[in-house]
């Protein structure tokens, strides 16, 4: 064994790596659901003394390992979780052993590069330029970021300025899709806003918001509505409510976790544009463009109050030097948009078309293929996500999901939409190949023959 520290360190780098490597090659056939039997070894007790590294990364591997859900490769369609892309993957790695906290003090080659991924974005979906950005770990930390930019916004404009609490504030409305994502409803309650006085607007047969019935707008009302609707992919009609928006002093952000993506790709882009219109936007790096988790991203138009509200106001801190920590909630964090950054220089502006365009032609196919089996989609396929049910035995949906699920050939989920009781599932993985969509169509058929 090295005796240096950093030898050390150094070497359980290497034979995590290597077990990471192992991992990855046989993730193609083995079961993409987890094996959770053992997961009792791994309370061993907190030992007295400690475990050799070695030890510790062996019990990690194989009981570990067995008990990961197969949602890094291509038979996984649960939710919207992505894999990782190669670069992005690698990027990973070589942050670990960086370990740099992501302010340009403490990791100023981090700091490019996140910035550098910010504004490739704010490129690539056609966003303002001068468009604020930070990374957070998610599309629920990035909704609430912006939603308490917008509240802390209206009350300004409204003579009640930030630092002032909630309390003796002004009332501000929130109006929302009535198929806005569950998460957004939690990031509204954590900005302090009601979520039980939500104003509801009704959606289409697709689940996209209807303009027409949209309420009266004012000075106090923030509106939400989303660029890809979990079951159908669907995005709300959001030039239409920027216009709405910006003749009344209404606040519009646009929660587009997954579906902000398809901005990028004009063969299904159209119903986005006017997206430049909103104040803010999200989007997750971690789902759609694949790169590991945990990597969301809030986007402002209004730089200046996206770090009013945000900003951490220490005087130890020279702000002269961009500090990311001034315009999210987090201080201390690892520098997760240099996975976006490698994610997105080695796939380039024609790898991005690509990888969105790929999700649509793959759910597209499996629409059509569970049609030929008797199932109904009950809505046409904008994306990347597919609804599916049996029109006269809907009951049956759960158990068939539950077969696929047992089989390991591949995982989704069930779902309600609309009413209706089906399962949904996502394409988000890169390596999702025809191949692995022609296992999911077959567990599917084996499932239904069976049960039905
Ligand atoms: C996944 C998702 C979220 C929540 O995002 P996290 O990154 O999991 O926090 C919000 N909205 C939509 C539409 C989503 O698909």
Known sequence: MKTKPLERQAEAFSNGAARGAAYLQGLSDRSVDADTARLGQLDPGLPAEGMEVETVLELMETIGGEGTVASAGGRYFGYVVGGALPAASGARALLSAWDQVADSLTGPSVIKMEETALSWIVDLMQLPSGTSG????????????????????????????????????????????????????????MAGLSSEDIEWVAVDEQGRLRADAMPLLDNRTIVLCQAGNVCTGASDPVGELAAMCRETGAWLHVDGAFGLWARTAEAISASLDGLEG??????????????????????????????????????????????PANRAPEFSRSARGAETWAALLSLGRKGVVDLVTGFHHHARRIAAELEKIGFLVPHDVHFNQVFATLPENEDACARIVAHVQASGEAWFGQAMWQGRKGFRISVSNWSTSDKDVDRLIEAIRRAKDELV
């Open 134 to 189: 930070a990374f957070t770990s998610g599309a629920t930390m990035a909704n609430m970021t912006l939603l308490v930019t917008a509240r802390d916004t209206l009350l300004s404009r409204l003579g009640h300025p930030r630092g002032k609490g909630l309390f003796t504030a002004p009332k501000l409305r929130v109006v929302a899709s009535a198929e806005i994502h569950a998460t957004v409803l939690k990031s509204v309650r």
């Open 278 to 323: 909103a104040d803010s936007w999200v989007v997750d790096a971690h789902k759609t463009l694949n790169t590991p988790y945990d990597a969301g991203i809030a986007l402002c138009r209004h730089p200046e109050e996206m770090q009013a509200s945000m900003s951490i106001g220490a005087q130890y801190l020279p702000a002269t030097h961009p500090n």
